[in-house]
C-alpha cells in the first residue's frame, strides 16, 4: 500500500497549554483548514482552535493536555506531520536579534490586524495612513521640505508592490 504523505507542520512558538503551527504548503487553502476544524472537533485535548489559511497557521490551545496527544491525533487523522526541524523560512526566536524579534512582532501583529478587520487593515495601511496624517501635519505648519516630504516619501514607499509581504 502507498504511503500517503502528510503536510509538515511546524511549531512557529509554543507556551503551556498553546501552540502555534505553521502549514507552509497548505497556505490559503480553505478546504484543508476547514477539513483540519472539522476532524479537530473530535479531539477532547483542544479546547480552542483559530485557523489562519492565509498565514498557513493554526493556533491550538490545549489546557492541560499534552500536545504530543494532538500532533498524534493530527498524523492519525490524515491532517499533518509534525517535524522536528525549524521550519526555515521562520527565524528561531531564541536565537533572533533585535531587528529579527521586531519583525516577528510586527507579523503577530499584522495578521492580528488582519484577523479582527476581516483582512481590511493589515500593518502597511496603518502606517500608510499614519504617515498621510503626518504629510498633512506638517505641511499644514509651512514644514513643506522637511519632514512633510520625507512622510510623503515614506508613505509611497509602503504602496510599492514589493512591500506587500513586508511583514510575513
Given at each position: 500500500m502507498?504511503?500517503?504523505?502528510?503536510?509538515?507542520?511546524?511549531?512557529?512558538?509554543?507556551?503551556?497549554?498553546?501552540?502555534?503551527?505553521?502549514?507552509?504548503?497548505?497556505?490559503?487553502?480553505?478546504?484543508?483548514?476547514?477539513?483540519v476544524a472539522e476532524a479537530f472537533a473530535d479531539c477532547e485535548a483542544i479546547t480552542q482552535l483559530q485557523l489562519n489559511p492565509q498565514a498557513a497557521s493554526l493556533l491550538i490551545q490545549h489546557g492541560s493536555?499534552?500536545?504530543?496527544?494532538?500532533?498524534?491525533f493530527a498524523a492519525s487523522a490524515g491532517l499533518f506531520a509534525l517535524v522536528a526541524q525549524?521550519?526555515?523560512?521562520?527565524?528561531?526566536?531564541?536565537?533572533?536579534?533585535?531587528?529579527?524579534?521586531?519583525?516577528?512582532?510586527?507579523?503577530?501583529?499584522?495578521?492580528?490586524?488582519?484577523?479582527?478587520?476581516?483582512?481590511?487593515?493589515?500593518?502597511?495601511?496603518?502606517?500608510?495612513v499614519t504617515f498621510m496624517g503626518l504629510t498633512i501635519h506638517e505641511a499644514a505648519k509651512g514644514h513643506v521640505m522637511a519632514p512633510a516630504s520625507t512622510f510623503l516619501w515614506r508613505a509611497i514607499q509602503l504602496l510599492n508592490k514589493k512591500n506587500e509581504k513586508l511583514f510575513d
Open positions: 502507498a504511503q500517503i504523505l502528510l503536510p509538515k507542520a511546524y511549531i512557529k512558538h509554543q507556551l503551556a497549554g498553546r501552540v502555534r503551527l505553521k502549514i507552509p504548503q497548505k497556505r490559503n487553502d480553505e478546504a484543508y483548514f476547514e477539513a493536555a499534552p500536545f504530543s496527544d494532538i500532533a498524534t525549524d521550519d526555515p523560512d521562520l527565524p528561531a526566536v531564541e536565537h533572533a536579534s533585535v531587528a529579527g524579534l521586531s519583525s516577528l512582532v510586527a507579523s503577530q501583529l499584522d495578521h492580528k490586524l488582519a484577523d479582527l478587520s476581516a483582512g481590511r487593515i493589515d500593518v502597511r495601511s496603518v502606517l500608510f
